[in-house]
């Protein structure tokens, strides 16, 4: 079958299709016909070699998945062959960039009927760790006021619209031309990063969420933020000590799959309270431009790639 397998690491444009035998679901795992793979940041990142430590090469890249299932073996959840599901593949077994893959049953949800296979593909990996920042490290509530760095990205986006879900007063940055799309989800406040400084604009913080990596923008957050308040970060890292003098608990998001808290999402999506713009969609033999898209950092919502 065909897959994009990265066997040394580098630069976008050695990505290429290769091809691999098809897997064989074990006990309680499905096989998946694969119809649309995410793109998402730490796809890029392990492609560069910035994560070697953690991987071995050759590997088949990408975890975000939407497709129909092909084959189950033991316990599969309730899944049956022909369901239309999506998943976020663990972390240390990619493979999504590929016509199969397999996947514990216990981890997959299917697909709402009222999305896409390239919507459902782009909504795992960014939905979770939007989750996981806004409501299990965040802990958002009713009357606060979040501030989210990068809320045009796609975890930011999804951040935006589950705490203006929680009854939070959101405030996000982006380029300007994206703020009548983050008023879209739902923001109170748009701030263009590009021209204006947070800090001279907003106070009184609850909870910041840093959807962003960019130098200093931690230890700036760190100003705005009140005492008792939460600092969560998607990419980049302060010592939690720099983080407590100021009188703010800082978390780092590391994102694993939910199958509860994905189904809950895919939930709020089939019923419209939730929505995921999709930024370019691309054939499995571009993921490089694909990639390249994604480190240009112009993206406004999910790359996509399909698998005919």
């Not at 309680?28 to 070699?49: L, S, Y």
């Not at 990063?193 to 200093?216: K, N, P, T």
Request: include cysteine; charge should be negative; charged fraction near 20%.
């Amino acid at each position: 079958m065909k897959a994009i397998v990265i066997e040394q690491y580098g630069p976008a444009d050695q990505l290429s299709i290769s091809q691999i035998t098809a897997p064989k679901p074990e006990d309680g795992q499905v096989r998946i016909q694969v119809k649309a793979a995410g793109v998402n940041p730490v796809d890029t990142m392990v492609r560069a070699g910035m994560l070697e430590s953690f991987f071995s090469l050759p590997l088949t890249a990408g975890w975000d998945v939407a497709g129909v299932v092909l084959e189950t073996a033991g316990d599969s959840h309730g899944l049956q062959v022909g369901d239309e599901v999506m998943a976020m593949i663990p972390i240390g077994q990619p493979g999504a960039y590929a016509e199969q893959v397999i996947i514990d049953s216990a981890l997959v949800v299917k697909k709402p009927q009222n999305l896409s296979f390239e919507q459902a593909a782009g909504t795992p990996m960014v939905s979770l760790t939007a989750w996981q920042a806004i409501h299990d490290l965040g802990q958002v509530s009713s009357g606060q006021t979040v501030l989210i760095h990068g809320g045009s990205s796609a975890v930011g986006a999804f951040a935006v619209q589950y705490a203006k879900l929680a009854g939070a007063r959101v405030i996000a940055t982006a380029s300007a031309p994206n703020h009548p799309y983050l008023r879209e989800l739902g923001a109170d406040q748009c701030i263009d990063y590009r021209s204006e400084q947070f800090e001279a604009m907003v106070s009184d913080i609850d909870l910041v969420v840093a959807a962003i990596g960019e130098e200093g923008l931690l230890e700036r957050s760190l100003k705005v933020i009140k005492s008792g308040g939460k600092l969560v970060s998607t990419l980049s890292e302060i010592a939690p000590e720099i983080a407590q003098a100021s009188g703010v608990t800082f978390q780092r998001v590391w994102v694993t799959p939910d199958h509860s808290k994905l189904a809950h999402i895919a939930n709020l999506l089939s019923d419209g309270q939730l929505s995921l713009k999709i930024d370019s969609v691309f054939p499995l033999e571009q993921a490089a431009q694909a990639h390249q898209r994604s480190e240009s950092r112009r993206a406004v919502g999910k790359i996509i790639l399909t698998i005919a």
